[in-house]
Nanobody, 122 residues
C-alpha cells in the first residue's frame, strides 16, 4: 500500500490550497484516513480525519475541510483562510483499526504518505 500526498506550495496568508492523497495497492479503501502536520521544530500534530464523519483539530475547524472520493481512492484537505502558523509538512495517514478515541493519534495509523510542504507567508 502506498499513499502519495501532493498539493503543497507557497501561499499568502488568507489564501487557499487543496491537498490530495492517493492510495494505491493492497487494501486501497481504508476505514479511517487523516491528515497530520509537522512544523519545523515542533511535534507532529493532528489536523483532520474522516471515519464515517469528519473530525478536526480546534486550530483548523471552520477553515479546513477533509473529504474523500472512494472511486478515486483519494482523500482531500481543502485549506482556506490559511495562516502563517499553518506552515508545516502535511502528511496523510490511513488505517482500518482506528477507533474514535484514537483518531487524532498518529500512533493509531500504520500507513503514511511522504508529506507535502505548505508554506504560508505573512
Amino acid at each position: 500500500v502506498q499513499l502519495q500526498a501532493s498539493g503543497g506550495g507557497l501561499v499568502q496568508a488568507g489564501g487557499s490550497l487543496r491537498l490530495s492523497c492517493v492510495v494505491s495497492g493492497g487494501a486501497s479503501r481504508f476505514v479511517a484516513m487523516a491528515w497530520f502536520r509537522q512544523a519545523p521544530g515542533k511535534e507532529r500534530e493532528f489536523v483532520a480525519a474522516f471515519r464515517w464523519r469528519e473530525y478536526y483539530a480546534d486550530s483548523v475547524k471552520g477553515r479546513f475541510t477533509i473529504s474523500r472520493d472512494n472511486a478515486k481512492n483519494t482523500v482531500y484537505l481543502q485549506m482556506n483562510s490559511l495562516k502563517p502558523e499553518d506552515t508545516a509538512v502535511y502528511y496523510c495517514a490511513a488505517d482500518n483499526g482506528v477507533i474514535v478515541s484514537t483518531i487524532s493519534k498518529g500512533s493509531a495509523y500504520d500507513y503514511w504518505g511522504q508529506g507535502t510542504e505548505v508554506t504560508v507567508s505573512s
